[in-house]
């Protein structure tokens, strides 16, 4: 019979700081959910969403709790969504692959995972701190990068990225911070700098602020989306961002992308700051998505053994979660 095992807190460092409009982290802590059937052990790694009042103690908590189904369909109605059910999910998903001596893909009918060319994101900072930064990047061998704003300096932030990352893909995250602004001019001023996507310009449950706006660039909800029941409230937007702790779980993520494609959506794939073993079912999910933001491991001082590899730019698929031995 399968049982939960352990669920746990680990804390690991940020390479220097993660900076957004809410604030900077210097490390992340994630939830770690083993499950075992009494031959084999599947794991599943959460990150707390902090601005919805979540906690990595509260996520464990909810986890050694927890006496309902240990099964995945059950777990969407037995289990509210957020990074505790995304932890146990995964693990669930884990032990299958590694019961049918099969990967996680094969299992989920979908395609062999290729590279992905992640974003890498740029933290809110100076002008030109922020150039250096994107230098840097590009230096990596990174084509996209994902810059954080904060409503107030943004066209001068992004011309220095501009002018850091000449060649580059941009794309913006404005963190709920642009809802008082003209958007459309504001999206304007950052097209002509080559920006091409806007995520989540106003604030979460007041998306009626863009109803109608035309602004020149997709916009993109984020923290207005977590799961298929928000779609029918995203329609002023032209994509959603796909994460698996907002979604709770990789099987809510896919269903998502599935029906957010089928309504016309375009599909952003991102995460929460985590280690590869958090990261590596995302990339399932980002399989062909428009825009793939998953550098949460990149940006922390160090990752799992085994972690998803980088190399010319593109994540290499790794062997830490659901390779089914």
Known sequence: MTRIISATVERWP????????????TH????????????????????????????????????????G??????????????????????ALWDLEAKQAGAPVWQLAGLDAPAPLPSAFTISLGEPARMEADARAAAARGFALLKCKLTGEGDRARIAAVRAGAPSARLIVDANESWHAMDIAAEAAALAMLGVEMVEQP???????RLAGVRAPLPLCADESCHTRADLDRLGDFDAVNIKLDKAGGLTEALALAKDARARGFRIMVGCMLGTSLGIAPAALVAQGAD???????????????GGLALREGL?????????GR
């Open 315 to 323: 994540l290499q698929p790794g062997s830490l979660w659901g390779v």
């Open 291 to 305: 825009w793939i933001d998953l550098d949460g491991a990149l940006l922390l001082a160090e990752d799992r053994q």
């Open 69 to 90: 189904p240990l099964e995945r369909a059950a777990l969407l109605t037995h289990m509210p969504r957020g990074a505790a059910r995304n932890a146990l999910d995964c």
């Open 28 to 67: 992340v802590d994630v939830i770690v959910c083993t499950v075992s059937d009494g031959m084999h052990e599947g794991r599943g790694e959460g990150t707390a969403i902090y601005y919805e009042g979540e906690s990595a103690e509260g996520c464990v908590a909810a986890l050694q709790a927890y006496a």
């Open 14 to 25: 940020v390479a220097g700081a993660f900076v957004i409009s809410r604030g900077a982290k």
């Open 202 to 208: 106003v604030i979460h449950g007041q998306e009626a």
